[in-house]
């Protein structure tokens, strides 16, 4: 094989690694969505929301709006920093280990972030709404699991 052959090789496996990198990246943040939908649904339509309640709830899903879109670009830029380190170091190396924890950090601060997002929607519920919205939390949460 000739050295040019050989780096165009190596090269398409840095790209086509680094390509996993950030779907692989998309589906972990994107993973949760469905489930947050669930909730809303359930909170805006069967909940039976009173308009004070509403009122509350408002500028809790304004705040946490906000700050998971600025958590979604942080991750977008991890996946990028992720792939970068994959295609500089062709395998898992230190560059990809830090990228990979760098990734984790950020999606462990949007879990957080979601859950007190979740726990501060649930202090506006009375205690029959915040029972059926524990349920269908704990639903979501175990869904795979069944």
Request: proline fraction near 3%; hydrophobic fraction near 50%; avoid cysteine.
């Amino acid at each position: 094989m000739t050295p040019s052959r050989r780096l165009l090789m190596v090269a398409l496996i840095a790209f086509l690694a680094a390509l996993a990198g950030v779907f692989i990246g998309r589906a972990l943040v994107d993973a949760p969505r469905a489930n947050e939908t669930e909730l809303h649904a359930l909170l805006h339509r069967e909940l039976k929301l009173s308009p004070a309640q509403r009122q509350k709830i408002g500028p809790i899903e304004a705040r946490f709006a906000a700050r998971r879109e600025a958590l979604e670009l942080e991750m977008r830029a991890a996946n990028i920093r992720l792939a970068q380190a994959i295609e500089a170091e062709h395998g898992y190396g230190p560059q990809v280990t830090k990228a990979i924890d760098e990734t984790h950090e950020v999606m462990g601060d949007l879990q957080k972030e979601t859950l007190q997002h979740l726990f501060a929607m649930r202090g506006v519920l009375d205690r029959d709404q915040a029972a059926m919205f524990d349920k269908v939390v704990v639903e979501a949460l175990t869904a795979d699991a069944r």
